[in-house]
């Protein structure tokens, strides 16, 4: 059995993702839709090794009961530094080509905060803010369980995009447990999405805000996110978070 101490650093898939072949398309979606999806981010070896840990001490800092502060029902636990391997690869490697989305869509937004170019530097300007804690965790859900929608801010410093991938096969490990977006929009009913994924796949979607073409021009929305009940069996997702917490 693989476990997150013996993942091989050649074999993470995050190695291997390239925005340059979609890039266009990811941009696209996250601009009209609110998110994008990226196929077989984790392979299935990667995904397993990561659920199986999820019971181990190591190398998580707290666990959070859900249904004690009224999040919904489910357990997740934070990640502290250092990340397992595979963690910050991912976390390095899609923070890039995002900080360039991040940037555009703050400008269009008129938010004064702009991205450096790289992961570490963005994490040096949480650090001196005083945001020193690891925000990447794994979510755990059981038959019954479910997480009401939220948004995942941290400090008064935030990253516009996040990403969660699915660990768990759908229809085979759980049933139900859909991923779901909604867009709270001015003087409107608010818009649900919900987002289809397979395991190994990662929704690329708004922490906060995200802009909107309007017919007066580009306007603000505000964005959660949660998961609907598990009907059966047990899901695990890997959340990860560009911004460290206070």
């Not at 976390?91 to 989305?101: F, G, N, Q, V």
């Not at 939220?150 to 699915?166: R, S, T």
């Not at 649900?192 to 929305?221: C, M, N, S």
């Amino acid at each position: 059995m693989r476990t997150l101490d013996n993942l091989n650093a050649a074999e993470i898939s995050a190695d291997q993702i390239s925005f340059r072949v979609f890039e266009a398309e990811i941009t696209r979606s996250l601009d009209e839709k609110g998110y994008a999806i990226l196929k077989g981010v984790i392979s299935e070896l990667e995904c397993q090794a990561l659920a199986d840990g999820y019971d181990a001490e190591d190398p998580y800092r707290s666990r959070v009961v859900m249904s004690r502060h009224g999040f919904g029902q489910g357990e997740y636990k934070y990640f502290g530094y250092p990340l397992p391997d595979l963690i910050t690869r991912l976390r390095t490697k899609l923070y890039e080509p995002l900080a360039i989305i991040g940037n555009r869509w703050n400008g269009l937004m008129n938010i004064d905060q702009r991205f450096p170019e790289t992961h570490q530097q963005y994490l040096d300007v949480c650090h001196k803010a005083g945001q020193v804690k690891a925000t990447p965790l794994i979510l755990q859900y059981g038959e019954g369980d479910y997480n009401c929608l939220h948004q995942d801010v941290y400090g008064e410093l935030l990253f516009p995009l996040q990403v969660a991938c699915l660990l768990s096969k759908p229809e085979e490990d759980f049933t139900g447990g859909e991923f779901a977006l909604t867009e709270q929009r001015p003087r409107m009913q608010s818009r649900v999405e919900v987002v289809p994924l397979d395991q190994g796949d990662a929704v690329i979607f708004p922490v906060r805000h995200r802009p909107k073409q309007g017919t007066r021009g580009i306007y603000r929305v505000n964005m959660r996110h949660g998961v609907s009940e598990i009907r059966s069996g047990q899901r695990h997702t890997l959340g990860i978070i560009f911004h460290d917490a206070q």
